[in-house]
């Protein structure tokens, strides 16, 4: 069978989303802080506990031991970096957790949303269609989504705090009647066989010990036919794991964003292979050279940052180092006066650490945070008929 022909990028031109910036519940992110502060001696095992995971930062010629600890504890590990650090993203990123495309003259809001419809686009998504979000955070792309298709959006969580604030976004939105969110891991979907006709995740299953795991669950739920999109997390042809200052810089990313290990774009390639899945296609959407990078700004820019008078892009400001900087000192202090949990500061320290990393690593080509790929299940039809050409 031929690939079926899907619509691209341009054709978005009439998606029109009502975007809200971030930063706009400041005031409840200070609320969300004091609410996590009720049992300080948590609060602090919790910190410690995931800092326990990442002795290897002196010693990275021969740190596999602790790789593979960590490979192991994966879901914890993971677990633990969203309760700590989900407040910090929404405040300063928004609801949608994600890195998108930075095209020229469009706000940052706007290049979020074209990020996520692209998918909505690439998935051939419609109403009355069914479609999973695999990872879904707080649930910012689940109802970009729902607002372009008119599809019915299930988000997938097994972090209990993300779960419930994104079941709250849903309604404070009013789309808790096309979206909603279940808890549970990503490894065992708890979902019958063929539940869904579409399926994606956006810089989630980069946590997965194994990605042969999430992957081979989202083709067991999908229908034969359905289509899997994603935008990966992946380090490039261009990274060298030999060169310790390189490994630094992976391993920075890692430990300020909660990876156990980053795989490469070929070890995705290979695993949705290994699980039965037929690549329709695929492209690092943050090469610089790529055809379209031209008429971007590098992805990383929110976090490197700039100095503009744009009144619509000043709020980015609490993005760049020197925005960091203040949240950092905030925090500081807030925590120092008891009214922020134990280790609050901590977390802003490997946020800090994670930013700077993911510039150097973007500036150098090393890692990709939208390795792209579109995935199909196959049918019973197209295999038997495949096996025929054969």
């Known amino acids: 069978m031929a690939p079926v022909a899907l619509p691209q990028e341009n054709d978005l031109s009439q998606f029109k989303s009502s975007l809200k910036a971030p930063g706009a519940d400041v005031d409840r992110?200070?609320?969300?802080?004091?609410?996590?502060?009720?049992?300080?001696?948590?609060?602090?095992?919790?910190?410690?506990?995931?800092?326990?995971?990442?002795?290897?930062?002196?010693?990275?010629?021969?740190n596999e031991e602790e790789v593979n600890e960590r490979v192991g504890m994966s879901a914890a590990l993971t677990?633990?970096?969203?309760?700590?650090?989900?407040?910090?993203?929404?405040?300063?990123?928004?609801?949608?957790?994600?890195?998108?495309?930075?095209?020229?003259?469009s706000s940052f809001q706007h290049n979020l949303a074209r990020h996520e419809g692209l998918l909505a686009v690439k998935l051939g998504l419609g109403m009355g269609m069914t479609c999973l979000d695999v990872g879904c955070g707080v649930g910012g792309p689940l109802r970009e989504i729902a607002r372009l298709s008119n599809a019915y959006l299930t988000g997938l969580n097994n972090n209990a705090y993300q779960v419930g604030r994104a079941r709250k976004l849903n309604q404070r939105h009013q789309l808790d009647q096309l979206c909603?969110?279940?808890?549970?891991?990503?490894?065992?979907?708890?979902?019958?066989?063929?539940s869904f006709d579409?399926?994606?995740?956006?810089?989630?299953?980069?946590?997965?010990?194994?990605?042969?795991?999430?992957?081979?669950?989202?083709?067991?739920?999908?229908?034969?036919?359905?289509?899997?999109?994603?935008?990966?997390?992946?380090?490039?042809?261009?990274?060298?794991?030999?060169?310790?200052?390189?490994?630094?810089?992976?391993?920075?990313?890692?430990e300020g964003d909660g990876i156990a290990k980053l795989r490469s774009t070929r070890e995705c390639l290979a695993a949705l292979k290994k699980v039965g899945f037929e690549i329709v296609e695929y492209a690092d959407?943050?090469?610089?050279?790529?055809?379209?990078?031209?008429?971007?700004?590098?992805?990383?820019?929110?976090?490197?940052?700039?100095?503009t008078l744009d009144i619509s892009r000043l709020w980015t400001m609490r993005m760049?180092?020197?925005?960091?900087?203040?949240?950092?000192?905030m925090v500081n202090v807030l925590e120092t006066v008891g009214l922020a949990p134990p280790g609050t500061a901590s977390v802003s320290s490997k946020l800090l650490k994670a930013a700077t990393c993911l510039v150097e690593g973007g500036e150098k080509h090393l890692f990709t945070p939208m390795f792209f790929f579109l995935a199909r299940k196959p049918s019973p039809a197209v295999s038997s008929s495949s096996a025929r050409e054969q």
């Open 29 to 62: 992110f200070l609320d969300r802080l004091a609410a996590k502060n009720t049992d300080s001696a948590a609060a602090k095992k919790l910190a410690d506990e995931y800092d326990r995971y990442w002795r290897d930062r002196d010693h990275l010629v021969d």
């Open 79 to 105: 677990n633990a970096y969203y309760d700590l650090s989900s407040d910090f993203y929404e405040v300063c990123w928004g609801e949608s957790f994600h890195f998108a495309r930075m095209h020229k003259n």
């Open 180 to 194: 909603k969110v279940v808890k549970g891991s990503f490894n065992e979907m708890p979902f019958p066989d063929s």
């Open 198 to 254: 579409r399926a994606y995740a956006i810089e989630a299953t980069c946590h997965a010990a194994r990605l042969e795991d999430p992957y081979g669950e989202a083709f067991r739920v999908l229908k034969p036919g359905g289509l899997f999109a994603c935008y990966e997390w992946c380090t490039t042809e261009k990274y060298d794991e030999t060169d310790v200052k390189q490994k630094a810089i992976i391993h920075g990313i890692e």
């Open 285 to 307: 959407l943050a090469d610089p050279d790529n055809t379209t990078y031209g008429t971007q700004e590098p992805w990383y820019q929110p976090l490197k940052g700039e100095y």
């Open 320 to 329: 760049t180092p020197a925005g960091r900087a203040v949240t950092h000192v």
